[in-house]
T-cell receptor, first 114, second 110 residues
């Protein structure tokens, strides 16, 4: 089973709203990732969690706040977003961040900020 | 830094073979990945190369030459459902993160 699940599938929010994206995997993977993908562009790495600790933050604005409550769950808290933050947000996981492991992606959350 | 180049678009005929090339420059190479992404969907893993040579997986094969910074994805017996974007991604650099190329949009025609 190589399934990564994400909820919600679609999200529309205003610039003053607070919302959260959720990601879950039950493959025993110890690395989890958030990517942002704009239309017709490749995924861009935002955050990496390694063994439930934040290991990489790609200079992402503080209006995006990641959280890893346990080894299976990854959240992305959103607050005071801008319209340019509208994108597909992808979660991925891999067995071990330090090794040459394949990343498996979830279906993504399509976010629209009005 | 890392730099990945692949053609923007390609067109091929159903039943034919197509080769999608990828060239890259990176420090600390730790593997090259190919992903398929249909419009509006998540990338799905196709193949992974870390050593030179050809990896075959059904209708899909991927080749790597580390000395040339070059890879290709070979798709055989093309089907209409193979119409998608194909992303070349390289893992490396100081943080060992995965960097994606801009993708090659493949259109399979009848």
């Amino acid at each position: 089973d190589t399934e990564v699940t994400q909820t919600p599938k679609h999200l529309v929010m205003g610039m003053t709203n607070k919302k959260s994206l959720k990601c879950e995997q039950h493959m025993g993977h110890r690395a989890m990732y958030w990517y942002k993908q704009k239309a017709k562009k490749p995924p861009e790495l935002m955050f990496v969690y390694s063994y439930e600790k934040l290991s990489i933050n790609e200079s992402v604005p503080s209006r995006f706040s990641p959280e890893c409550p346990n080894s299976s769950l990854l959240n992305l808290h959103l607050h005071a977003l801008q319209p340019e933050d509208s994108a597909l947000y992808l979660c991925a996981s891999s067995q071990d961040p330090g090794q040459l492991e394949t990343q498996y992606f979830g279906p993504g959350t399509r976010l629209l900020v009005l | 830094g890392q730099n990945i180049d692949q053609p923007t678009e390609m067109t091929a005929t159903e039943g034919a073979i197509v080769q999608i090339n990828c060239t890259y420059q990176t420090s600390g190479f730790n593997g090259l990945f190919w992903y398929q992404q249909h419009a509006g969907e998540a990338p799905t893993f196709l193949s992974y190369n870390v050593l030179d040579g050809l990896e075959e997986k059904g209708r899909f094969s991927s080749f790597l030459s580390r000395s040339k910074g070059y890879s290709y994805l070979l798709l055989k017996e093309l089907q209409m459902k193979d119409s998608a974007s194909y992303l070349c991604a390289v893992r490396g650099g100081a943080t060992n993160k995965l960097i994606f190329g801009t993708g090659t949009l493949l259109a399979v025609q009848p």
